[in-house]
């Protein structure tokens, strides 16, 4: 581990507004602000919007900016990633958003019943090879279920043709409610005046995909309490490219 990152990881054990709990240590300490986050950490009633796999930070500090009258929390695994967008709210002063640095896959255990209203997926992973891994399959699904509220909104945000028109298929095949969807961001003409301004935010990550050319998708909807969720059953193409400057590592064509 490099020497600058170690810098980071000290700067973190001591920032008020970063969470640590990985897995080796939840499962051992269970997380005690858990359905307390509004009155222990954000001290208001404000809607509570999470970012999962937040990578720098950016996207949630932005969103926190632009809407003071909701909290956000950036979850994600990597914290010497996670340390720029903490250290900029910390000396911006922006109170509305914390972070939190776990594994996605325990998210469950830090958000009781109904805490949380809405929930961005910003550049995720497309997981081609496991489906259980995407952060849109609906094993994930069923886990935001057990704290997002009752038709609780959820975002996607993704170069990945892939990952879209897999979550696309995962919300037709459950009849989940699609509130938009587009295929090209940046070139559509349908959006609504809210959540056109919501997306003028870039991560650091989609201003290389945008200027290597790529198209950048969209796709936001409901997640109901109620009904069985069942995977899609369907061969997609898998993406040309794994990530900026590599290619892709599987020799498949398809895959569901």
């Keep these: 581990m490099s020497k600058g990152k170690l810098a980071k990881f000290a700067d973190m054990e001591t920032y008020r507004n970063v969470f640590q709990y990985p897995y080796s240590v939840v499962s051992d300490v ?18 509570i919007i999470l970012e999962l796999g ?6 949630a500090v932005e969103l926190a900016k632009a809407h003071p009258d909701r909290n956000y ?3 994600d695994i990597k914290g010497a990633r996670m340390w720029t967008g903490a250290t900029r ?20 255990r830090f958000f009781a019943d109904d ?10 992973d497309p997981q081609m090879k496991n489906p259980r891994k995407r952060l849109t399959s609906t094993y994930f699904m069923e886990r935001y279920r057990r704290f997002l509220q009752d ?8 170069d990945s043709n892939f990952l879209f028109t897999y979550t696309k298929l995962m919300v037709e095949k459950n009849g989940l409610p ?16 809210n959540t056109a301004h919501l997306l003028t935010i870039q991560t650091y990550y989609e201003q290389m995909w945008l200027s290597r050319g790529l198209s950048i998708k969209y796709i936001q909807f409901l997640l109901p309490h109620e009904g069985e969720l069942n995977e899609p059953d369907i ?3 898998l993406d040309d490219y794994r990530s900026y400057h590599r290619t892709k590592r599987s020799p498949l064509e398809t895959r569901k």
Excluded at 30 to 47: C, K, L, T, V
């Design 30 to 47: 269970p997380f005690a602000m858990r359905g307390h986050w509004r009155e222990q950490y954000f001290h208001n009633d404000n809607p």
């Design 54 to 59: 937040c990578g720098k930070g950016e996207y």
């Design 73 to 75: 929390i950036g979850v």
């Design 89 to 108: 709210a910390l000396q911006e002063g922006i109170e509305n958003v914390a972070f939190l640095r776990t594994n996605i896959e325990i998210i469950d």
């Design 115 to 124: 805490e949380v209203q809405e929930i961005w997926l910003t550049f995720s």
């Design 151 to 158: 038709r609780g909104i959820i975002h996607l945000k993704t």
């Design 178 to 193: 699609l509130i938009e969807s587009t295929e090209d961001l940046y070139h559509s003409t349908h959006l609504t005046p």
């Design 235 to 237: 061969e997609i193409e």
